[in-house]
């Protein structure tokens, strides 16, 4: 057989191979010829606006995305700033060299060399002294509130009432709009002096309003005493310690007499405010005294009895303190409700 066979079908067959071809003739393929399409290249990629459009939404999404990541933390764990003034204040185990920040749940301390000053928000701001152990407890829009451990600071309030607070381990001095220095010692016990504006100091119920050039000592487990002005006779500031805080019991009775008895000798017309504390503090005959001695000072205005008085009504007590003379304190009892208009 020619190999020619095999490739064109010309020369002389095989006639194994004639055999085969007999064999699978009936499975011939008689279908056309496809026709495939021509092979055409994929049009060059260019800066078409489509493009650039999807490349520009997905750089955005990442520059979101690196933001969320670094502010997302910021507003979920606020804080805030703290700038050295002396020393090597320290935030947790870190030591603030110049500037730092300060987030909720973390403590501020100070050494006996060192001091700091916060940024209350934007707000107002407390400074820091020497051998002090605070704690940022909230920083909210509505609430900025910190825990005073130990130590001393001084703050200055621009905002409305009611946004700043600072818990000791005897009360809670809150803002009305004030500029005041707050100090606690070791055994809890704390002074507030407010020297701008007012504070109310608190606790459980118990408390005391506090005008500009006014202190306040409070105690654990009491609260705040009775305010006094920071010009007021030392005798009546010592009758007030024995009247706030001695021990109360009939084996106690002749001190705390002769306890008031002190203060309302040494009380004068500008001490009246203090006398008004000393009303709700006081029951009985020792209520009736000090009626008789404000009443000097201040005559009761209309509305107000002794009657009323003796038995608490808080409404004449109300009315007698704006009769007081205070400046700005039309408001005070209203401290824990709305802000009133300016």
Request: hydrophobic share 40%; with cysteine; glycine share 10%.
């Amino acid at each position: 057989m020619s190999d020619d066979y095999i490739w064109d079908a010309s020369g002389k067959p095989d006639p194994e191979v004639e055999r085969l071809e007999g064999l699978l003739k009936q499975f011939r393929h008689n279908a056309p010829t496809p026709v495939f399409p021509a092979h055409e290249p994929p049009p060059k990629r260019g800066w078409s606006f489509g493009l650039m459009t999807r490349w520009a939404l997905s750089a955005a999404a990442i520059v979101l995305l690196a933001f969320g990541v670094r502010y997302g933390y910021r507003w979920t764990h606020p804080s805030w700033e703290v700038e050295r003034i002396a020393g090597a204040p320290r935030v947790g185990s870190s030591v603030i060299r110049e500037a730092g920040r300060l987030r909720v749940g973390e403590w501020l301390e100070t050494d006996a060399s060192s001091r700091a000053r916060i940024s209350v928000g934007a707000i107002g701001e407390v400074q820091v002294d020497p051998g002090t152990r605070l704690q940022l407890l909230q920083a909210r829009a509505d609430e900025h509130r910190l825990s005073l451990q130990r130590g001393k600071l001084h703050a200055i309030i621009w905002a409305p009432p009611r946004l700043f607070y600072v818990n000791t381990p005897s009360a809670t001095a809150i803002d009305l709009g004030c500029r005041y220095t707050l100090e606690v010692d070791a055994s809890g016990a704390g002074l507030l002096h407010v020297t701008y504006g007012w504070v109310a100091f608190e606790r459980q119920g118990r408390e005391s309003f506090v005008p500009a050039n006014a202190m306040c000592i409070t105690r654990p487990g009491i609260g705040p005493g009775t305010p006094f002005f920071e010009d007021a006779p030392q005798a009546l500031r010592d009758a007030l310690i024995p009247l706030d805080f001695g021990p109360v019991g009939e084996g106690n009775q002749k001190q705390r007499e002769a306890a008031l008895d002190s203060a309302l000798a040494a009380a004068r017309p500008r001490d009246a405010f203090t006398l008004w504390h000393l009303l709700s503090r006081t029951e009985g005959a020792a209520r009736a005294r000090i009626f008789d001695r404000l009443a000097q000072f201040v005559p009761p205005p209309a509305g107000v009895t002794r009657e009323g008085i003796l038995a608490g009504n808080r409404h004449m007590l109300d009315l007698w303190w704006d009769a007081l003379g205070l400046r700005d304190t039309s408001w005070w009892r209203m401290w824990k409700g709305p802000v009133p208009a300016r």
